[in-house]
């Protein structure tokens, strides 16, 4: 730990508030870097140098100020830190009025450094986590021995299971070309991702991947648990206007087993944007085949439709509400009729309707099917 005058100004400028004595902090040089009295900056305090090289206070009297050229009477005490003398805090005025101020400044000093040590470490850790992160979502270039070797180094446990959520927040969708207004949203996704890591047990770990989303990996879930992990992520930003989307994928160990779970949850995330629900949270168990749709081009997809249905003849929403009923009654008649607060005959002419207009049978398991399969291209191909 090196004592700069970054480290040290905001210190003094903490500190003058509550002491009405000078105070000076130097380095290991002994050259003041930061001190109430601005003209005292850059000089060399011969006090702080003997207290560098005798690691004991100096305690200088109006009546030996020469002795100690660049210095004033007070006290000067040293800066340690992990047992090592890496400075000297001094505050200038007769020693018997200021002993008492410069032990507890001493401390106080002492502690401030230690806990900015601790807020650097924990930066660099996160950044090192950060682009652990961004090589381990690449879409192309992966390389799995190297994300392992960073595991191991992050304290990542890859033999554990582990289940990816991507939470994606809307209103962080800024672009500016104002550097200030860049920083801004930075600070805000990282106070983000200090909350969810704070708030959520059992992170492996967790960064913002892009502007908006943020990769959330948990340890040892059990399986339908994912719930109540994405509900509480959301309650943690109760005052945001807009939505938080979460996707999620299953738990898996290993690099490729993570890597699999973050593409499930990509999956799934695009499919929440596509159709949405009620809650925001989807598990990529959730689709079915909807997933595999959604790798599938728009090209191909509208050559399927146009195979039974045209523009003009698209699905009403009364009919995609029939069928998605149906599907959920199993294919019972009464129980879909009852949901749906209409008579079995109302029904029956519904589904005669949707069989004239695609020339496949919705009472046919298999017609069905791919009727649900020609309004889910429809959604997409619409988007």
């Known amino acids: 730990m090196i004592i700069t005058p970054e480290l040290a100004y905001p210190i003094v400028n903490r500190l003058k508030s509550s002491v009405d004595y000078n105070i000076n902090i130097m380095n290991e040089d002994g050259i003041i870097v930061a001190s109430r009295d601005g003209n005292r900056l ?52 007769h020693p018997e009025e200021v002993w008492k101020f410069a032990q507890i400044l001493k401390v106080t000093v002492e502690v401030m450094i230690g806990q900015m040590e601790l807020n650097n470490q924990l930066q660099y850790q996160n950044k090192m ?42 209103d962080l969708n800024y672009i500016s070309t104002n550097l200030k207004d860049n920083m801004s949203f930075q600070h ?4 983000r991702n200090n909350k969810i890591r704070a708030s959520v047990s059992n992170i492996a770990f967790s960064a913002f991947i892009d502007g908006t989303s943020c990769l959330v990996a948990v340890y040892s879930m059990k399986r339908n648990s994912y719930l109540t992990v994405a509900k509480s992520i959301i309650n943690l930003f109760p005052t945001l206007k807009t939505k938080i989307n979460i996707g999620v994928g299953n738990g898996y160990r290993g690099i490729e087993g993570y890597r699999r779970s973050y593409l499930e949850a990509n999956n799934s995330l695009q499919l929440l944007n596509k159709f949405p629900k009620k809650e ?10 909807k997933q595999i749709i959604n790798h599938v081009s728009n090209d191909i997809l509208k050559s399927i439709y146009e195979q039974y249905l045209t523009n003009d003849k698209k699905f009403t929403d009364e009919q995609k509400q029939t069928i998605e009923q149906l599907i959920n009654s199993n294919l019972n008649m009464k129980i879909t009729a009852d949901k749906l607060h209409i008579h079995r005959n109302t029904l029956i002419y519904r589904l005669e309707a949707i069989a004239k207009k695609t020339g496949l049978d919705p009472k046919s398991f298999q017609d069905l099917i791919i009727i649900h399969f020609l309004m889910t291209i429809e959604h997409l191909v619409d988007q």
């Open 129 to 170: 986590v950060d682009n652990w992160i961004k090589d381990f979502v690449h879409p192309t270039i992966v390389n799995i021995e190297k994300l392992k070797s960073g595991a191991m180094h992050l304290n990542i446990e890859l033999r554990q299971e582990a289940t990816i959520f991507l939470v994606k927040f809307e």
């Open 188 to 191: 805000e996704r990282d106070e």
């Open 42 to 93: 850059h000089e060399i305090h011969m006090g702080a140098l003997e207290v560098i090289k005798t690691k004991n206070e100096i305690v200088i009297y109006p009546e030996n100020e020469e002795k100690y050229l660049g210095s004033k009477s007070g006290v000067n005490l040293p800066v340690e830190f992990q047992g090592k003398v890496i400075g000297v805090i001094g505050i200038t005025g």
């Open 280 to 289: 925001n949270i989807a598990h990529i168990s959730e689709w079915g085949i």
